[in-house]
């Protein structure tokens, strides 16, 4: 992995930790939230075009990860402490891959990895590099601290009536009132950022097997990238 001496040169960078539920912490000891908050200092909006310096980077990443690479990366340590994990949690990551793979399959896919505004190519990017996924929400639509825990029967995802009704049980991001995402999901529709959004919290969420240094790298990844101009 590329870049981790801008960890220890970022002044100031301190990735919080998100709380989880007693019963998360009991089953899963080693399951981490991290998060940072950003203030988005370029102009113009995070869902709209790249500037030049993030489309190279994507286009530099993209013929890095061609042939056997791509076809390999599940098994480099980062991915493959992730697969074990889906795993652990019930979930088939031959079926819901993880992150990293299924960005690595997009791109075989695709032929490279695709531009798809300036936060997603942000995000993008991050994940490329470390094998950790990173997460954005419009800050102003979160309620209180994030954390982990499970989902209630019946309760929906996110806040609108007609959001989609969940299993118990199922691990969630949530804040003090409501479920943002199912866990290594998107966020529900309310949460997630739009073209006006200008202040983001940003999540990772560190698993065993995987350094805090490469989560910490992630993020920093993210928040340097928008909120420099």
Known sequence: MEGFGRVSEAAGFVPAVGWCAREVEEELPELRLMLADVQIGREGS???????????????????????RAVGVRREPVPAAYRVFFHQIGLD????RTPIEAAVLERMLR???????LLSDVLLIALVDTGVAVWALDAEAVDGPLGIRPSREGERLGSSPAAPALAAGRLLIADASSALAVLFGQPAHPYAPSAGT???TLYAVQVPGVPALYVEEALWSCYASLEHP
């Not at 995070?46 to 061609?66: A, D, K, M, Q």
């Not at 990551?93 to 819901?96: C, F």
């Not at 032929?111 to 505004?117: A, D, E, H, L």
């Open 198 to 200: 200008r202040r983001l």
């Open 111 to 117: 032929g490279g990895f695709v531009s798809g505004g």
């Open 46 to 68: 995070v869902t709209g075009h790249s500037p030049r310096e993030i489309s190279e980077r994507l286009r530099e990443l993209s013929n890095r990860f061609r042939g056997a």
């Open 93 to 96: 990551p031959d079926i819901l």
